[in-house]
C-alpha cells in the first residue's frame, strides 16, 4: 500500500488536548533530507559498490528516521529500489527543487479554509521512501508526522505530479485528526470510519482545488477515475454490506493500491468521494471534518444506500 490508508496509533490523549492556534510560517517548513540524499547519491556515482556507499552515507545515519516512518532500508532494498530511481533520478531532482515553493503556496492556501491547523503538531519529513509510499503518516513520539517520499510521488503520479491536490488531500487527515481525535484516530476503525476518512480528503482536495482533473483528485488511478456508474453501484453496495466491519480483508478490499480482487483497487476512495460531496453539500466546510462519530455512520449509509440504488 502505498499510501498509509487510515490514522492509527496511540495519539488520542495528546491530540485531544491541543489548543487550536493560528499557524505560523515557521510551523509549515518541511524536514527536507532530500540535499543530504542527494550528496550521498552523486558520491556513490564512483563507487565500486553503490547500494554500500548509500548505506552508509544516508540511510544508516538516518535508520532512526526511517524507522518512524515504518521503513527498514536494508541493503537488500536499497539494491531492489536504486535501478529504477536511477531512471528517475532526474525527475526526482526537478521536483525537489520546486517542492519548497510548492509547499509554501499550499500552507498558505489550506490555512485560509482551516486557519486553526496547527503543523506543529504535524512536522513534514521529504526523504526517499524507497518507493514504499508517496506521502505516509505515522504516529510518533506524541506528534503525527507526514513523511514524503519524492520518489514515490513521481513513481505513482508522474513527472508533473499536482502537488496542490496531493498535499491537500495529506494535510486535511493532519487537520481531521487535530480536530476530530476520537474519529481519526480509531486503532480498528470500521469500513464507514475507513470510506469517511479516505472521502473527506479527496473531496476536500477536489473543492480546493476546483480545476484538478478527476484523475489528480483520485490519486492518479486511472481505473478509479474510468469507473462507470455501475462500478460505482457495485461498489456502495459491497461497502454498505460491510459497513461495520472491522476486519483486515475488508480494509484491503476498499483502501490498499495493493488489492487485486474483482473492482478496482482502493474503490473506497470513488465511493467516498461521492458520500463527501453529498454529505458536504449540506454543511460548512469547517464541519466537515468535525462531525462526530455517533452522527456519521447514519450520513455514510444513507449516501451509501442512494449510491447503491
Known sequence: MRR?????????????GLLPRPVHAADAEPHDLMPAFWAAYDSAATSNDRVAALEA???????????DAGLDPTRERIARWLPAFDAIAGDVRRLGTTFPASYARHAQHFREYFPDFDRAHAPIYLLPSLFAFDGHLQPAGGRLPLFIGPDGIVRYHGAGADLSVFLDHESFHLY??????????????PVYVGLWIEGAATWVSERLNPGAPLLHVL?????LAAADAAT?????AAMLAALDSTADEEMTRFFSAGYSGPGPAR???LVGLHVARAIGAHMPLAQVPRIPRAQLRGLVREELVRLAG
Do not use: I, K
Request: glycine residues 12%; hydrophobic residues 45%; negative net charge.
Open 219 to 223: 490519486l492518479d488511478d486511472p481505473a
Open 267 to 269: 474503490g473506497g476512495y
Open 57 to 67: 552515507g544516508f540511510f544508516a545515519p538516518h535508520r532512526a528516521l526511517y524507522r
Open 232 to 236: 460505482l453501484r457495485g461498489l456502495a
Open 4 to 16: 498509509r490508508t487510515l490514522l492509527l496509533g496511540g495519539l488520542c490523549a495528546p491530540l485531544a
Open 176 to 189: 481531521q485528526a487535530q480536530v476530530n481525535p476520537d474519529l481519526s484516530l480509531d486503532e480498528a476503525p
